[in-house]
């Protein structure tokens, strides 16, 4: 059986020849270690103040300008530099106010590549539904009649930022491997950074920013907080996770060794929330590759065969089975002591789980829930908040919000009628990337929604938001490496041809 040309272009797959080795972009360990010198090297500028800054941001707006490729790459350390340990990235306002220059230049970039390329992006269904959400947002916030500026602001600023990201996950198709491999940098420059700040000592220096002796006890390595560090190491391992199991990339087996180093910062940070959505977004991709049939010619690159992978699974829980066992419950007080942030050892009377997980965020859900009964149909308005916080503080540079559930605040903000609207968004989303077998992308996907219900990031683009979104592109992009096309005359039952490309 074969495939037509429009079903093949449609599913964005990679059709196998004999003896091909698709490895032009280069994915050697020397071509990593330049990758993360000039990652490095770019974000040590900043440790000139605010000359160094201005260096930076030049550089990087000049580099935007050589194409697509370049603008992802831009963004991708612009935003590692803004949310990094303030000990490798110190914080000043060049910094963070340039960002809306870079991001302008940014747009600009990406919307003449679009006419160059004649890409029409309201061909895409999850497009058009995202412009439609923003729409009833911006209907909805003028109605509400409650700081209406602010947030216009705030649904034209994610209306063009998503935008862009979607058109470049669509652009890049053909250069799939240098994006893959330019992540991977990413992630290993990440790491280095967090063993570094564990060597130098200011691996728990975020009380600097928060000024509270409670932050003293947290561990945010390579970042500046340790919530930073749980759910963008979440996403992190998920992205290594599919790295390792569709791809076949010569140097994949740094994976393990990343993915270790990275799970020991969740559990150094403490960040519940990240350790629930890389559950969820391993459990969804993993479910997605048990559920994949080959049919109509794709078949599916899998360096690991289902069986495999089910062992594995099964023989990981019985170790950690026996090892509590055999430590008198130790692991499973262990587990307990990072879920719920108590001492078992000690006595007293705690709480149930579900009220200890809830806890931390009990103030900020009645606050939601009381705003959601005033306003049930359109809401409070688009990226606000009644916080006394957010009143004092709101400018038209600066409004954040800190809002731990995602589906909550969506309610608050925008009513039943724009949850309505961001729900379609999300089917539409899922469905586009469901339909192309791209199970990375979903995997992702799931783990930054999951993230999203401890701590609201889906709509921001100051520092770790942005950060996350470029990711999810980067896993877009990767998860077209997950299928091929079967030759006409291959056998559609034969395991692993030993002419299958290698990435």
């Not at 564990?198 to 945010?220: C, H, P, Q, Y």
Request: glycine share 8%; charged share 15%; aromatic share 10%.
């Amino acid at each position: 059986m074969t495939l037509n040309r429009p079903i093949a272009s449609k599913l964005n797959v990679t059709r196998r020849k004999p003896g091909e080795r698709h490895n032009k972009a280069g994915f050697t360990l020397a071509d990593l270690a330049r990758n993360c010198l000039l990652i490095l090297g770019l974000m040590m500028l900043n440790r000139l103040g605010s000359a160094g800054t201005i260096v930076f941001l030049v550089v990087l707006m000049i580099w935007m300008s050589k194409g697509p490729l370049a603008v992802l790459q831009v963004l991708s350390i612009f935003f590692l530099a803004m949310i990094a340990n303030k000990a490798f990235v110190p914080n000043n306002s060049v910094l963070t106010q340039g960002r809306f220059l870079l991001l302008v230049v940014a747009i600009w970039q990406v919307f003449v590549a679009m006419q160059n390329r004649g890409y029409a992006m309201f061909t895409r269904k999850h497009v058009v539904a995202l412009v439609w959400f923003c729409l009833a947002c911006a209907v909805l916030t003028t109605i509400s009649r409650y700081y209406v500026v602010i947030s216009l602001l705030k649904i034209i600023s994610f209306l063009l930022f998503t935008t862009v990201l979607l058109i470049l996950a669509d652009i890049l198709k053909n250069r799939k491997g240098e994006v893959t491999l330019w992540f991977f940098s990413i992630i290993a420059t990440s790491v280095f950074l967090g063993i570094v700040s564990m060597g130098t000592g200011v691996s728990m220096n975020m009380d600097r920013l928060a000024k509270t002796k409670s932050a003293e006890s947290f561990f945010n390595g390579p970042f500046d907080h340790s919530q930073t560090l749980g759910t963008t190491a979440a996403l992190m391992i998920v992205y290594l996770l599919g790295l390792t199991l569709f791809t076949r990339h010569a140097i994949r087996w740094l994976s393990i060794p990343l993915i270790l180093v990275l799970g020991y910062f969740m559990y150094l940070a403490t960040s519940r929330t990240s350790l629930l959505a890389l559950g969820i977004g391993i459990l969804v991709m993993l479910l997605m590759v048990m559920r994949y049939r080959p049919s109509g010619g794709i078949k599916l690159k899998l360096n690991f065969s289902k069986s495999q992978i089910i062992t594995t699974s099964v023989v990981i829980c019985c170790l950690v089975f026996v090892m509590d066992f055999t430590s008198g419950g130790g692991v499973s007080a262990t587990a307990m002591e990072f879920l719920v942030k108590y001492d078992p050892n000690v006595s007293g009377k705690h709480d149930t789980i579900t009220k200890e997980l809830f806890k931390s965020r009990e103030g900020q859900i009645e606050m939601m829930m009381l705003n959601i009964r005033k306003q049930p149909i359109v809401g409070l308005g688009f990226g606000t908040s009644t916080s006394e916080e957010f009143i004092s503080e709101a400018t038209l540079l600066s409004a954040p919000t800190e809002k731990g559930f995602l589906f909550l605040a969506i309610v608050e903000e925008t009513g039943i009628i724009g949850t309505i609207f961001f729900a379609v968004f999300l089917i539409s989303i899922v469905r586009f990337y469901h339909a192309r077998k791209n199970l990375i992308a979903l995997g992702m996907f799931a783990t930054f929604l999951g993230v999203n219900m401890g701590e609201m990031l889906f709509f921001s683009f100051g520092g770790q938001g942005g950060f996350l979104w470029v990711f999810i592109v980067g896993s877009i992009l990767m998860g077209k490496e997950c299928t091929f096309l079967r030759r006409a005359s291959e056998k559609p039952n034969v395991r692993r041809s030993k002419t299958l490309v290698r990435v």
